[in-house]
Every structure is written in structure tokens, then in C-alpha cells.
């Protein structure tokens, strides 16, 4: 399996951005897909998940409420929408997937089995 990432770059803050990550090398519909973000010398932060099957989602506390996680089985690519962008926001931005989990088992990034290189955003004040 790999992943790719991108749609990174620099916003202003309050203003949206929407990422991709493509995958390839397995079945794709079969794969729970998330991303997480991390900083220079800060802990990797869980920041959305998508189950699966059924489509259900789970958010890290920081982002609920403006960042969308979705998939399209057609395209082997899942998206996150992040809205409302923050200062606080900035990272590097990066996918990863695991064969059938929840998507609130997505949360735990060392049940992860496959990362993607990462992509940066950066949201200026």
C-alpha cells in the first residue's frame, strides 16, 4: 500500500484548504483512512478518521466543527476539508490506513499500518 498526500499550502487564517490523499497498492474500500498532524518537536495529533464500510467519521477534539474527512471509493482518495483555518493549524499534514477499522480506531496512530509522506499547511495571521 502507499499514500500520497497533497493539496498543502499557505492560507491566510479564517480562510479553508482541502488536502488529498491518494492511495494505491490494495484494495482501497477495505481500508479505514485518517490523518494526523505534527509539528517540529511536538507529538504526532490525531485529527480526523473514516471508518471503512459505513462512512462514519471521528474528529480530534481541535478540529470538530470545521474540518470534513471524506472518501471516494471511485478514486482511491480521501479528502480532508478544513475550514476556519487557525495558526494553530499548521503542520504537516499526514494520511495513513489499516485494514478495517473503525473510524475512531483510526485515533490510535500505532494501530496504523500504512503512512503516507506528508504534505505542509501552513495558516498565517
Known amino acids: 500500500v502507499q499514500l500520497q498526500a497533497s493539496g498543502g499550502g499557505l492560507v491566510q487564517a479564517g480562510g479553508s484548504l482541502t488536502i488529498s490523499c491518494e492511495f494505491s497498492?490494495?484494495?482501497?474500500?477495505?481500508?479505514?483512512m485518517g490523518w494526523f498532524r505534527r509539528n517540529p518537536g511536538m507529538e504526532r495529533e490525531f485529527v480526523a478518521g473514516?471508518?471503512?464500510?459505513?462512512?462514519?467519521?471521528y474528529y480530534g477534539d481541535s478540529v470538530k466543527g470545521r474540518f470534513t474527512i471524506s472518501r471516494d471509493n471511485a478514486k482511491n482518495t480521501v479528502y480532508l476539508q478544513m475550514n476556519n483555518l487557525k495558526p494553530g493549524d499548521t503542520a504537516v499534514y499526514y494520511c495513513?490506513?489499516?485494514?478495517?477499522?473503525?473510524?475512531?480506531?483510526?485515533?490510535?496512530?500505532?494501530?496504523?499500518?500504512?503512512w503516507g509522506k506528508g504534505t505542509q499547511v501552513t495558516v498565517s495571521s
Open positions: 497498492g490494495g484494495t482501497f474500500s477495505r481500508y479505514a
Open positions: 495513513a490506513a489499516d485494514l478495517g477499522r473503525t473510524a475512531q480506531q483510526m485515533s490510535v496512530s500505532s494501530l496504523m499500518g500504512y
Open positions: 473514516v471508518s471503512w464500510n459505513d462512512g462514519s467519521t
